[in-house]
């Protein structure tokens, strides 16, 4: 038997953060989290099911990966095979439209792309709900890059009850997300080493206190298409959450000297009436929100400055889904 399947993934940007865990061999987070898709940075994976492999074989952008990244995908792919009752081992040919490892969520989108081109070349018919299930025991975030537009990420309490689901498709609200790229490099601490310094954190306790009311204005922004409200719970949140990595122990400080300069970048734009907030995930590079008015005229401050690699501009975006054109197709983003 030999049969391939490509999936379409997207990263996804949190406005409200999964930081830290209840079970960590599940990934079942300790709140749930909102986000939406991206729709410029995504993964796309061919997955080929072939019984005449010995072992799996897997590609990042043509070329061999790491052990580590290895293991990760033999791992996924086993709860694959496991749920299909199978050995079947794959040919795995994956490629980012954005730099890898350097908190732009590329596990959400890698995971949730090789999950549904896996479990689609094994033929396994699977619905949105158990899709999200099983790219979130890959990484915890990949289950919010399964369904469409903006979504929630329901924490549940076992392996069946912790899933996610869209709130909104895609064209409910043309927001942009300007990934404002400082940092190419891969981070040093991944989020799962950092998951579970969570609880290290004096202020941990108190950030899942509070973190209901920004679930709930969150949800009311949406409703509402409020974007001050949005913008202003996402920044309070994203500080909430450094906050927490920042006083583990060990320490995490993703930041870089030029994430600060963005965010005081964004509160002289909005001083200026171009109103448009931040959100940043596990590395230096720093989520930019605003409005289609303004996304143009942001998109282009941050361009001319010299510090910055890149802009990458997102629309909101539908989750992962199969395509029809090859791996190596992919037009590259960077
Ligand atoms: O899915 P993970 O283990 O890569 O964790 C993601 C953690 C954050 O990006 C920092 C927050 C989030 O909710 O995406």
């Not at 896996?118 to 919010?144: W, Y």
């Not at 969570?198 to 009311?213: N, Q, V």
């Not at 940043?280 to 996304?295: R, W, Y």
Request: charged residues 20%; aromatic residues 6%.
């Amino acid at each position: 038997m030999k049969n391939t399947a490509i999936a379409k993934s997207p990263a996804n940007i949190a406005l409200i953060k999964y930081w830290g865990q209840r079970d960590k061999s599940l990934n079942i987070p300790n709140n749930d989290s909102i986000s939406f898709n991206l729709s410029a940075a995504f993964t796309i994976t061919q997955a080929t099911a072939d019984d005449t492999l010995k072992e799996d074989e897997i590609t990042l952008a043509g070329r061999p990966v790491s052990d580590l990244f290895a293991k990760k995908v033999i791992k996924q792919l086993d709860r694959v095979r496991e749920l299909a009752g199978v050995k079947t081992r794959f040919l795995i040919e994956t490629e980012n439209s954005f730099p890898t490892g350097a908190g732009i969520a590329s596990s959400a989108s890698g995971m949730s792309a090789l999950s549904l081109a896996a479990a689609s070349a094994l033929k396994l018919k699977l619905s949105q709900q158990e899709l999200s299930i099983l790219a979130r025991k890959g990484s915890g975030s990949a289950s919010r890059s399964i369904p469409d537009g903006f979504v929630r990420w329901h924490q549940g309490d076992s392996d069946q009850s912790s899933y996610a689901e869209s709130l909104y498709p895609a064209d409910y609200w043309d927001l942009h997300n300007l990934v404002v790229v400082v940092a190419q490099a891969e981070k040093k601490v991944s989020s799962l080493a950092g998951h579970q310094l969570a609880e290290t954190s004096p202020l941990y306790e108190s950030r899942l206190k509070h973190i209901k009311d920004s679930l709930n204005s969150v949800v009311q922004a949406l409703k509402n298409q409020d974007f001050t409200l949005l913008g202003v719970t996402a920044e309070a949140e994203a500080l909430n959450m450094h906050a927490v990595m920042m006083t583990s122990q060990p320490s995490l400080i993703y930041w870089a000297p030029d994430t600060l300069r963005i965010l005081q970048q964004v509160a002289d734009l909005r001083n200026d009436g171009q109103e448009c907030y931040f959100t940043i995930d596990a590395g230096a590079n720093v989520h930019v929100l605003t409005e289609a008015k303004n996304a143009q005229k942001i998109m282009k401050f941050f361009e001319s400055q010299d510090y910055v690699k890149q802009v990458i501009d997102n629309l909101p975006a539908r989750g992962a889904h199969l395509v029809s054109e090859n791996v190596k197709n992919v037009d590259r983003v960077i």
